[in-house]
């Protein structure tokens, strides 16, 4: 493959990761509105939306490396810079290279983020089952047997 053919190649391939990014990015804001609503079925169509994306991220990441690897070079970060500075001697390819890290980057926190609201929603939910229950959560252990702690509040020292 030539120079000329592989940095289309390279384009063609940053361009869809851009869009994916975008949409990804779009479907983690849309989540985060989502998880504040309490509605299961919106999550869930967010949640497989969201995972289609990064099927298709890892799909365009897979041609990436594969492309690296067809001129030489290591499928890593450096390896693509190196093949882009071969296919692209003039640069034109890397404000979009720039631009998918940058997305990249906000779709890992916005990710991070939701995370977070996730868990401290877990944290809510589960305050309220033990109001409810009246009973408190208390860590998972074992007994002498293997097997759960007894619910009385006794410690096996030792048996004879």
């Not at 944290?123 to 229950?133: A, D, G, I, N, P």
């Amino acid at each position: 493959m030539d120079a000329g053919l592989c940095r289309e190649h390279l384009a063609d391939l940053l361009g869809e990761e851009i869009v994916l990014l975008s949409e990804l990015q779009q479907l983690l804001e849309q989540e985060r509105d989502t998880i504040g609503t309490g509605e299961p079925e919106a999550l869930q169509r967010t949640t497989r939306a969201r995972q289609e994306r990064l099927g298709a991220l890892a799909r365009i990441e897979e041609q990436r490396r594969s492309l690296c690897t067809l001129h030489g070079e290591t499928p890593d970060r450096a390896g693509l810079e190196r093949l882009r500075r071969w296919c692209d001697p003039a640069g034109a390819l890397a404000p979009r290279l720039a631009e998918c890290v940058g997305r990249a980057m906000r779709c890992r926190d916005l990710n991070d983020r939701n995370g977070v609201l996730v868990a401290a929603r877990m944290k809510r939910v589960s305050e309220l089952l033990q109001v409810l229950t009246g009973r408190v959560a208390r860590a998972a252990t074992y007994g002498p047997r293997g097997y759960g702690a007894p619910s009385a509040s006794g410690r096996v020292l030792g048996t004879v």
